[in-house]
């Protein structure tokens, strides 16, 4: 049956399983589809694993102490709170400085004195704020040193026959709405990211090889010559790259419900369980980013002078879908309206709506597939008519 009896269907079809098959021979291809879904969710199971083990098992606080015998009531009162007390190094800044330890508490020598006369004693803490590692540290024998001096406040104030009361003109209480399925949302924020970073990864090596590739090859023009319309070859090119982007997204989706439950939420105070309908709607959210990433990546590819240019400038397309995540890390955003219209922070926002178990606004979900597929549509006709252009075939000078 020639191409012309096969009609447009029919020739789709038949560029997409050619295309389809050697995709699937592409050890590049199917490396960039399985090998990210798989990586990038145990990553982030093995990191925050890690943070859930720090925030639940702090190590004993060991302060060394310049002139303990000042202040024999505070140093027994952190000992009291598990404080290890050390004997001080001979140079305290050095020793804080090389890195021995992680801070040296200095009692002053006028400590006793400036206490009896009811004046701040000062007790100064040696550190690096530089040292990430001593920053625990610091915090804790800060946080301590506080509690010490409202402690010893308050009992001043008692002594005096006056109410601890005046000295809390205020009180604040926290009342936090969120639940802990929102806070793990808002927690696991990057998730979004990486699946629409799947949708662009996935595909990429099919995008190039499809394009650029074949053409490098010279196995594209023998491709044209064949009665095929463009279109038709555009779209079945376009199918295959969205197959691999829908592939990787949707693996790195499952991959991360496997790594899922090896990470200790509650040591953190959170829970995130995503049930089917929570699972089918994120997978509906982000599918339209997949045809706009491929149609993306291809036109892209079909633009570029050479197989090494084409990786250049879709590799550098992966930072598009970063953007939205890392403005929203940064400055976070009141969702509006209008952000529906955009491609990677819509899905951004639907699907953080999702994981947290808020209801998503139909229109919404509505309005971010068609403005991404809009989008698709507008790129995969620009490659189309590239495909037409002799020096796009043949390779512009």
């Not at 209801?359 to 971010?368: F, I, Y």
Request: glycine share 6%; with cysteine; proline share 6%.
């Amino acid at each position: 049956m020639s191409a012309r009896q096969l009609g447009f269907g029919g020739q789709v079809r038949a560029v997409w399983r050619k295309e389809i098959l050697d995709a699937l021979r592409d050890r590049r291809s199917l490396l960039s589809a399985l090998l990210y879904p798989i990586l990038m969710p145990l990553m982030i199971a093995v990191v925050f694993g890690a943070v859930a083990q720090l925030e639940g098992s702090e190590r004993p606080l060991e302060t060394p102490i310049v002139g303990r015998d000042r202040a024999p009531n505070l140093v027994a009162w952190l000992e009291e709170r598990g404080v290890v007390v050390l004997d001080p190094p001979a140079d305290p800044d050095a020793a804080v400085r090389d890195g021995e330890v992680d801070l040296v508490l200095v009692i002053d020598e006028d400590y006793g004195e400036q206490f009896r006369s009811v004046e701040p004693a000062v007790v100064r803490i040696v550190h690096d704020s530089s040292r990430t590692a001593s920053l625990s540290s610091i915090r804790r024998t800060r946080n301590l040193l506080r509690a010490y001096s409202s402690e010893v406040a308050l009992l001043r104030l008692l002594a005096r026959g006056v109410s601890p009361g005046v000295m809390q003109a205020v009180r604040v209480d926290d009342l936090d709405l969120a639940t802990p399925a929102q806070t793990a949302a808002r927690f696991f924020s990057m998730l979004p990211m990486l699946l629409i970073l799947g949708s662009f990864v996935g595909g990429l090596n099919v995008a190039i090889d499809t394009t650029a590739g074949e053409r490098e090859r010279q196995s594209l023009e023998p491709l044209l010559v064949n009665p095929v319309s463009r279109t038709a070859l555009t779209a079945g090119k376009w199918l295959t790259t969205c197959v691999f982007s829908l592939a990787s997204a949707w693996l790195t989706l499952a991959a991360f419900l496997v790594m899922l439950p090896f990470v200790p939420l509650e040591q953190l105070g959170m829970q995130l369980s995503l049930d089917g309908p929570q699972l089918l709607l994120m997978a509906a959210a982000f599918a339209p980013m997949a045809l706009f990433a491929s149609s993306l990546q291809m036109f892209v590819a079909t633009f570029a002078r050479s197989f090494k240019e084409a990786q250049t400038y879709v590799n550098l397309l992966i930072f598009v879908p970063m953007i939205p995540g890392m403005v929203a890390q940064v400055y976070p955003l009141q969702p509006a309206g209008w952000m529906m219209l955009v491609p990677a922070l819509s899905h951004q926002l639907l699907l953080i709506d999702v994981m947290g178990g808020e209801p998503v606004a139909a229109a919404n979900l509505a309005v971010s597939a068609v403005a991404t597929a809009a989008f698709g549509c507008l790129f995969f006709a620009l490659t189309s008519r590239m495909l037409r252009q002799e020096r796009i075939v043949f390779g512009r000078g």
